[in-house]
């Protein structure tokens, strides 16, 4: 099973966009595995739009691939999205690492665009198969509750063939989503303990439909630093992590402390089935930043490389 360990970021923690360039430079200079961005439409903090920063991270290297985490696919249309995940592709030479969801019916979205969350797992998937379709076949007609298309198609088409359809969520429905529809399956905030009985329900539902998701196509993601628990930038971290729907147990979603600590808790989520990873430093400023990452990438990293082929990361 290869490892694939990437990078990602809760919000904008840079001083500025050159640092922020800075910062996805080292990824690409050191070997990291891949860069992830979180998706927050509506915000009072700097955050991102995962699309438009893919692009820029993907433009300016060579080798790092790019993922978002997860893109909300109710809030938007599947026909411009599937064209921009097919752009991002085909310019990239085949390094996008998508990933949908359905978003919480809770998310500031819904009320601040007047949506109704209801009936969202319904309408996403009419669009991750309308996506499917369109990146593979010369025109696509469908009608269905949510969206009807004649003879749609787009050009180029992604590199990757099939392009990688990972899906996220905890729910029964995004299981059965998975399972039905995904190459792939990424966690959100969740301990190994959490993780491991979905991974195994969508094993074992995906066999129900008569599919198989590769071992290797299995991701979470957990915050870390190199130092200690009380740091004000960890005690920080856990507030936030505190104050978010669902969060029950914030420091079971953090790591902090030496390198053996992070290692171990890499291989409490292998153990539950999991093989990619998107890690997010803890830090203070950004020659912090940059530290955490650099230290995460000379000491952690290299323990899974053995296990990691040259090209690893969610793929179909």
Request: proline share 7%.
């Amino acid at each position: 099973m290869g490892i694939g360990i990437g990078f990602g970021v809760a919000g904008f923690p840079f001083s500025s966009v050159g640092a922020y360039h800075a910062w996805i430079d080292l990824l690409e200079e050191q070997g990291a595995d891949s860069v992830w961005f979180s998706e927050r439409l509506v915000s009072h903090t700097p955050t991102l739009e995962p699309m438009a920063a893919i692009g820029m991270a993907l433009g300016r290297t060579k080798r790092l691939k790019a993922g978002m985490n997860a893109v909300i696919v109710p809030f938007r249309d599947p026909l411009v999205l599937a064209k921009e995940c097919a752009t991002l592709d085909f310019l990239s030479g085949g390094r996008l690492l998508p990933v949908f969801g359905v978003g919480d019916e809770r998310a500031p979205e819904w009320r601040a665009t007047g949506r109704d969350p209801r009936g969202r797992g319904e309408q996403a998937d009419e669009a991750l198969v309308i996506m499917a379709r369109l990146w593979s076949e010369d025109r696509v007609t469908f009608e269905g509750k949510h969206y009807r298309y004649v003879d749609a198609a787009i050009s180029p088409r992604p590199v990757q063939q099939p392009l990688p359809l990972w899906i996220g969520g905890s729910s029964e429905a995004a299981i059965r989503r998975t399972a039905r529809v995904g190459t792939g399956w990424l966690a959100g905030l969740q301990t190994p303990a959490q993780v491991a009985p979905i991974v195994r329900a969508i094993r074992e539902k995906a066999a129900e439909y008569g599919r198989a998701i590769d071992d290797d196509h299995y991701g979470a993601g957990f915050s870390y630093r190199f130092g200690s628990a009380e740091d004000p930038a960890v005690q920080r971290q856990l507030a936030a992590l505190a104050r978010l729907p669902g969060v029950a147990d914030p420091a079971g979603l953090v790591v902090a402390g030496s390198a053996d600590d992070i290692a171990r808790r890499i291989e409490e989520f292998i153990a539950a089935g999991i093989s990619k990873f998107v890690v997010r430093p803890i830090a203070s400023d950004d020659a912090d930043l940059m530290d955490q990452t650099m230290r995460m990438l000379e000491e952690v990293v290299p323990r899974f490389a053995t296990a990691r082929p040259a090209a690893a990361g969610p793929r179909a």
